[in-house]
């Protein structure tokens, strides 16, 4: 067996050195790029919170709004039943009206009978209070 020389055995451990130190700096690397992506980990969640919270704002707001048009189709819809009652109470009001206004026409009609009866019988009073005078 041969005893490796002492300039063999410094290039081998100056080899072995490199290589450790080329496997040093490759563990580096990695562990570098493994905080980067953690970094980049980290970042993507919280922008993914961030989005989650706007989306959730905007859920609440749409939900608001859906509501409040409801609340508005409900509002219409109270007001078209208000304008429908006051339509069939100005309806009933009318006939009333034409009622009052034919009753009106009738007590008036007997009114003018009455009257042009009382006129003949007051003539025919007069005519026959003047007949007995001149006979």
């Keep these: ?24 700096q490759s563990f580096e690397v ?32 749409t939900e608001r709004a859906r509501q409040q048009s409801e609340s508005s189709r409900l509002d219409g819809e109270a007001l078209r039943e208000t304008a429908e009652d006051a339509r069939r ?20 009609n007997a009114n003018l009978a009455q009257m042009q009866f009382l006129e003949q019988a007051r003539q025919t009073l007069r005519a026959l209070q003047t007949k007995p005078e001149n006979s």
């Design 30 to 61: 990695a562990r570098r790029r493994r905080e980067e992506e953690g970094v980049e980990a980290e970042s993507a969640r919280a922008t993914a919170e961030t989005l989650r919270v706007h989306a959730e704002d905007a859920r609440q707001r």
């Design 89 to 108: 109470a100005a309806e009933d009001a009318r006939h009333a009206t034409i009622e009052a206004v034919a009753a009106t026409a009738e007590a008036l």
């Design 1 to 24: 067996m041969l005893q490796p020389s002492t300039e063999q055995c410094r290039q081998e451990s100056e080899h072995r050195r490199d290589a450790a130190e080329r496997e040093r």
